[in-house]
């Protein structure tokens, strides 16, 4: 009896631990980023097959969408981060939640329209209203895009802050979390949609996502409230009047108090002391106008003011790359002769890679400390992506200095006689190396589809390298990737998180689309290892910057990595009791 009522508490415990962590508002977030992540991957993945499917296997149409929506990020980041930073949290999250979802089921609508009855929508008006319903689907699907990146600046960027209150270890942990879905929804959803649309059709495609973003939005928007209600922390926030030494970190002074001999316009300002009413209407109106601008240009500028620029430039340095898994490399494997299904293991091994590299990085946070987690972090990918500067010179690879990088777009702008993009009757179908979509659209792999036309094997060193180097690269890229985003919501203010974060996500593709504008100039095979070391090289660069951050902040400390630095804030507050979060 003894011994059976010393066992009642135990598993009392454990039952109300277990019942406490799925009551908890760390799990309600969780769980709200697994189905916005879901819906999100689900429809990234599939409106470029759509818009694929639209044009006749074309390219043009994703392209066009994959323009805009950078464009759309780097010029409005700033700005959506702004607008993050100076409205209520609940009012931010339910908007950018709602007007997303809402987006992404009239375009899934507009979308079902169009394959149903793109005939007849071609023969009205010469095609004009076929073309106009392509920039209302791009220009829907853009606003989706916009609206996601508030969401993922105001989730990841602030509520995980203030849910984790000031215990910087449940934070490494939650940041962590959030990573681990992220890898898993990037492999599970677009393969659970793949499949809707490989046996079933177009249609019930954008029928499917539409309907999944129909119920989710409102199991989110639950979610969310649900977590509002478990952390009160989150109903006050920092307001616009911050302390003398915060706004040395700014160019301008933040709205509210005017000083005496200043006669600029401030971000957020509704009227200037003026003496005569008529002036003060007009120039109101003139800052009105011009508040987009200015708000802009001050975000820019707090960024490169904060003590985390050369770290921020160096995760965004990152994105200049073509070794990841994205359209170009695995387009590059597939002219190499690797299959679509060797091509989805590799991605499924890249996604476990990239939840070790969430483990190590909390490992690592609690023995070394963030700041030399970060270095380590970025010693380890570079050493992966040697491997892949020795693929270049290995056999097999398609590298020929002797063929000049710019030979195939000169031939298409310049020649007479452009490079065919339709193979001739009886000839080998030649495949675009810039991307991979072949296998997307026709479920196929034309390489391997008729045997007796196959080109000879291509020898395998050379890409096996360059996949064990990218698939390796991805422990120390993601767990860098981690000490970035913490050293931001460590060390920006949080009246400035939002649009601190905006600007980080410019740069990011920012160099995203720098990367993409590289391959458009250079898309032979033959020049692909030259994109390779310009890729390790912007890598480096990116580290490099991140090191003297880190020297900066740490000093002659920097290789104490068994003693965690300390805390950048000197009078930070008590860690809250997070029983009940």
């Known amino acids: 009896?003894?011994?059976?009522?010393?066992?009642?508490?135990?598993?009392?415990?454990?039952?109300?631990?277990?019942?406490?962590?799925?009551?908890?508002?760390?799990?309600?977030?969780?769980?709200?980023?697994?189905?916005?992540t879901w819906g999100d991957?689900?429809?990234?993945?599939?409106?470029?097959?759509?818009?694929?499917?639209?044009?006749?296997?074309?390219?043009?149409?994703?392209?066009?969408?994959?323009?805009?929506?950078?464009?759309?990020?780097?010029?409005?980041?700033?700005i959506i981060g702004d607008w993050v930073d100076k409205n209520a949290r609940l009012k931010v999250a339910q908007t950018s939640l709602i007007v997303q979802n809402v987006s992404v089921i009239l375009c899934g609508i507009l979308l079902m329209v169009v394959f149903l009855f793109k005939a007849q929508l071609l023969a009205l008006y010469q095609g004009w209203l076929l073309t106009m319903c392509y920039?209302?689907?791009?220009?829907?699907?853009?606003?989706?895009?916009?609206?996601?990146?508030?969401?993922?600046?105001?989730?990841?960027?602030?509520?995980?802050?203030?849910?984790?209150?000031?215990?910087?270890?449940?934070?490494?942990?939650?940041?962590?979390?959030?990573?681990?879905?992220?890898?898993?929804t990037n492999i599970l959803a677009p393969m659970a949609v793949g499949q809707i649309m490989t046996f079933g059709s177009p249609v019930i495609g954008c029928g499917f996502i539409s309907g999944w973003n129909l119920i989710s939005m409102c199991v989110e928007y639950l979610l969310l409230w649900k977590v509002y209600q478990k952390v009160p922390a989150l109903a006050h926030k920092a307001g616009s009047k911050v302390e003398e030494s915060e706004l040395k970190?700014?160019?301008?002074?933040?709205?509210?108090?005017?000083?005496?001999?200043?006669?600029?316009?401030?971000?957020?300002?509704?009227?200037?002391?003026?003496?005569?009413?008529?002036?003060?209407?007009?120039?109101?109106?003139?800052?009105?106008?011009?508040?987009?601008?200015?708000?802009?240009?001050?975000?820019?500028?707090?960024?490169?003011?904060?003590?985390?620029?050369?770290?921020?430039?160096?995760l965004a340095f990152l994105?200049?790359?073509?070794?990841?898994?994205?359209?170009?490399?695995?387009?590059?494997?597939?002219?190499?002769?690797?299959?679509?299904s060797t091509l989805s293991l590799l991605m499924g091994a890249s996604a476990i890679t990239g939840i070790m590299g969430t483990v190590a990085f909390t490992w690592l946070r609690r023995r070394c400390g963030l700041i030399r987690t970060g270095i380590i972090s970025g010693i380890a990918q570079f050493a992966s992506l040697i491997l892949c500067v020795i693929s270049v010179f290995m056999p097999g690879s398609p590298l020929d200095l002797t063929v000049s990088p710019f030979a195939d777009i000169s031939a298409r702008l310049f020649e007479s006689n452009p490079l065919p993009t339709m193979a001739p009757e009886g000839d080998i179908l030649e495949i675009a190396f810039t991307t991979g979509m072949p296998?997307?659209?026709?479920?196929?792999?034309?390489?391997?589809?008729?045997?007796?036309?196959a080109p000879n094997p291509v020898p395998l060193i050379s890409v096996s390298l360059l996949f064990a180097g990218v698939?390796?690269?991805?422990?120390?890229?993601?767990?860098?990737?981690?000490?970035?985003?913490?050293?931001?919501?460590?060390?920006?203010?949080?009246?400035?998180?939002?649009?601190?974060?905006?600007?980080?996500?410019?740069?990011?593709?920012?160099?995203?689309?720098?990367?993409?504008?590289?391959?458009?100039?250079?898309?032979?095979?033959?020049a692909f290892g030259l994109l390779v070391l310009i890729s390790v090289s912007f890598v480096a660069m990116g580290h490099l910057m991140y090191f003297r951050f880190a020297h900066k902040s740490l000093g002659s400390r920097i290789f104490l990595c068994c003693t965690p630095e300390p805390k950048s804030t000197t009078n930070d507050p008590p860690p809250c009791d997070a029983s009940s979060v």
């Open 135 to 184: 920039i209302l689907v791009i220009t829907i699907a853009n606003i989706a895009n916009l609206a996601s990146t508030a969401t993922a600046i105001t989730i990841q960027r602030d509520w995980v802050v203030v849910v984790a209150g000031e215990n910087r270890g449940k934070l490494a942990d939650m940041n962590a979390t959030i990573r681990r879905i992220d890898q898993l």
């Open 319 to 340: 994105y200049m790359t073509v070794l990841g898994f994205d359209c170009i490399t695995t387009g590059y494997a597939y002219t190499q002769g690797l299959s679509g």
């Open 41 to 78: 991957r689900m429809w990234h993945f599939a409106v470029s097959l759509f818009l694929v499917e639209l044009y006749g296997n074309s390219l043009l149409l994703t392209a066009v969408y994959g323009l805009v929506v950078a464009g759309s990020v780097l010029l409005l980041g700033a």
């Open 471 to 526: 698939i390796a690269a991805r422990v120390g890229l993601w767990s860098f990737d981690l000490t970035v985003t913490q050293l931001l919501q460590e060390n920006v203010i949080e009246s400035e998180r939002g649009i601190i974060n905006g600007v980080q996500n410019s740069m990011n593709y920012l160099l995203d689309l720098l990367h993409f504008i590289m391959v458009i100039l250079a898309p032979n095979p033959e």
């Open 1 to 36: 009896m003894t011994r059976l009522g010393a066992e009642q508490p135990t598993s009392r415990g454990c039952c109300g631990s277990c019942i406490g962590f799925f009551t908890s508002a760390k799990f309600f977030l969780y769980l709200g980023h697994a189905l916005s």
């Open 249 to 314: 970190q700014l160019n301008v002074q933040k709205d509210g108090e005017l000083k005496p001999n200043e006669g600029v316009q401030l971000i957020g300002e509704k009227d200037i002391a003026t003496t005569e009413p008529h002036q003060e209407e007009e120039a109101s109106c003139i800052s009105r106008m011009a508040e987009p601008f200015s708000t802009f240009r001050d975000g820019w500028v707090a960024y490169y003011n904060q003590p985390v620029f050369l770290a921020g430039m160096g």
């Open 439 to 453: 296998i997307l659209v026709n479920g196929s792999t034309p390489l391997n589809s008729e045997p007796e036309l």
